[in-house]
Nanobody
Framework: QVHLVESGGGSVQSGGSLRLSCAAA????????MGWFHQAPGQERKVVAT???????MYAYSVQGRFTISTDASKNTLYLQMNNLKPQDTAMYYC??????????????????????WGQGTQVTVSS
């Protein structure tokens, strides 16, 4: 059973930075899609950034140039470095992941993949 635990959220002023972490456990495969999503009150959950085991990353237009997704395979951890934060970045941030038995099963596009495993979320609040 895959288990994801996010951490690193908090409150910052506009222009500040935060780094979110997502610790993954319970998987045995090395082929994966992993991603960060956010959901603001009253809005749908939206993809922020994704990465696969080849290091192919994709970002939502609104965060390009400000956010960086990365992984540390030795720690089974996914990160999201968020710089130059804006009030519109305020949301609950969720980590998502799916693991696959081989590269042949890797989706062509992790950014559009419908994830099956989710963390509990971590709140990010940016004040102006």
């Amino acid at each position: 059973q895959v288990h994801l635990v996010e951490s690193g959220g908090g409150s910052v002023q506009s222009g500040g930075s935060l780094r979110l972490s997502c610790a993954a456990a319970g998987m045995s495969e090395n082929t994966y899609c992993m991603g960060w999503f956010h959901q603001a009150p009253g809005q749908e959950r939206k993809v922020v950034a994704t990465s696969d085991n080849y290091g192919v990353t994709m970002y939502a237009y609104s965060v390009q140039g400000r956010f960086t997704i990365s992984t540390d395979a030795s720690k089974n951890t996914l990160y999201l470095q968020m710089n130059n934060l804006k009030p519109q970045d305020t949301a609950m941030y969720y980590c998502a992941a799916d693991f696959f038995p081989s590269d042949d099963h890797l989706p062509p596009n992790c950014f559009e993949w419908q994830y099956n495993h989710w963390g509990q979320g971590t709140q990010v609040t940016v004040s102006s």
